[in-house]
């Protein structure tokens, strides 16, 4: 019966068919396993780079921190400063020296000071160890906390001495530090 069986020239036919079909779909695969295989590549290389950004980022980050931590030390240092000038400004009909700032220094330092309302004169006096009155700086804010700079860097190292001078009487003095 010719509907049952197939002729062995149509079975070649069909097997070459077949092999071609296979064969185009081989080619098809191959080409999506380059296509994947190239896909992977740019995405080992993005993630590479990715990782170098990463590894860079965390090197800025521990900078940072560190940075961060000499930051927040600094600045409890001058809110403790602020807490101690704010008590003392309650006392403004008190005199008051504070400690050179920094100590020592390396030619210019900052002095804090309180000068009562009510005193008609009032400076600040340097002297080297000896005695020897180097610079006097008249101090103008009254009943508040002031501070004055000073510029002592053509001075030689040493300790100095600087004072509080009201109405012409020393009411406090203080060492500070030149080191070069």
Known sequence: DARTSLAASDVAGVALLGIKALAEQVERGGAVVQSTQEELEALRRENAVLRERAAALEQENRELRQKDQVLEQR?????????????????AQEPW???????????????PYRVPVGVSSAVLVVRDMSGRQLLEVVLPARGQVGQVTLAIGS?????????????????ASKQMHLVR
Do not use: F, K
């Open 97 to 111: 020296l504070g400690d050179n700032i920094p100590n020592p220094h390396d030619g210019t330092t900052t002095i």
């Open 155 to 171: 001075y030689p190292s040493g300790v100095y001495e600087y004072a509080l001078v009201l109405d012409g009487r020393v009411v």
């Open 75 to 91: 600045l409890m240092a001058l809110e403790q400063l602020v807490r101690e000038l704010m008590g003392r400004t309650a006392e």
